[in-house]
């Protein structure tokens, strides 16, 4: 992953965020979330920031899909949006083996599971600095399980109706673009539960209008 070149409105918003993330307490660790719906363009913006950071500070990049449930944990409960909110992720665990540690300045696991393969894995453990930014992208990392763990949330901001057909687009023929299509209902209806229980954007202290991929907006709460 390489950041857009510098004459680029996604850069500009990009050096914008490097330098507000990177003047987080200096000489210490933080934790910054990257939060957003699926779809929304999370796992392409933390990689991008984490390239521009790289340059000033030591930077950890995890993904809160390590930590999803086996797929039967998942929907032992049913299908619908309630379980896909509340029995995705594996909390305990990623406080266990990343929060804490990052914490400590002891190493952490990046992942305990193959959410593809659904299978437990076995990563080696990756040291962390004084001073390292422990940036993690995913799903609801504003739930209130969570609201601890960050000194910074990014939300990056995209409505339905960009999003899943943009999300549904990765995975080839045959996903629904549509917001409203049934097949949608369970990952749709998730996240507006989180939208309504934990108002991650109106957390944040950063969002980002990731809308139009090439001119990305950057607004910061007071």
């Given at each position: 992953m390489r950041p857009p070149a510098p004459s680029t409105q996604r850069w500009v918003v990009l050096r914008d965020l490097a330098d507000r993330v990177?003047?987080?307490?200096?000489?210490?660790?933080?934790?910054?979330?990257?939060?957003?719906?699926?779809?929304?363009?999370?796992t392409v913006l933390a990689d991008e920031l984490a390239e521009v950071l790289a340059g000033e500070r030591d930077v950890l990049r995890l993904s809160i899909d390590g930590f999803h449930r086996p797929r039967a944990e998942r929907v032992a409960r049913g299908r619908g949006p309630e379980t896909f909110y509340e029995d995705s992720y594996d909390y305990d665990a990623f406080r266990h083996v990343v929060v804490e540690p990052f914490r400590r300045g002891e190493p952490v696991t990046p992942a305990v599971n193959d959410v593809v393969?659904?299978?437990?894995?076995?990563?080696?453990?990756?040291?962390?600095?004084?001073?390292?930014?422990?940036?993690?992208?995913?799903?609801?990392?504003?739930?209130?399980?969570?609201?601890?763990?960050?000194?910074?949330?990014?939300w990056v901001d995209v409505p339905f109706a960009v999003s899943v057909p943009r999300g549904n687009a990765r995975f080839g023929d045959g996903h629904d673009p549509d917001p409203d299509a049934e097949s949608n209902h369970r990952y749709v209806g998730g996240q507006l539960?989180?939208?309504?229980?934990?108002?991650?954007?109106?957390?944040?202290?950063?969002?980002v209008d990731n809308t139009d991929l090439d001119s990305p907006v950057l607004y910061v709460a007071p």
């Open positions: 990177a003047a987080l307490r200096p000489g210490e660790r933080v934790a910054v979330a990257v939060d957003g719906v699926d779809g929304a363009g999370k393969a659904d299978r437990a894995v076995h990563p080696d453990p990756v040291a962390v600095g004084v001073d390292t930014v422990l940036l993690v992208d995913g799903i609801f990392l504003q739930r209130p399980e969570l609201t601890d763990v960050w000194d910074a949330t990014i539960l989180y939208l309504a229980e934990a108002d991650p954007r109106g957390r944040a202290g950063w969002v």
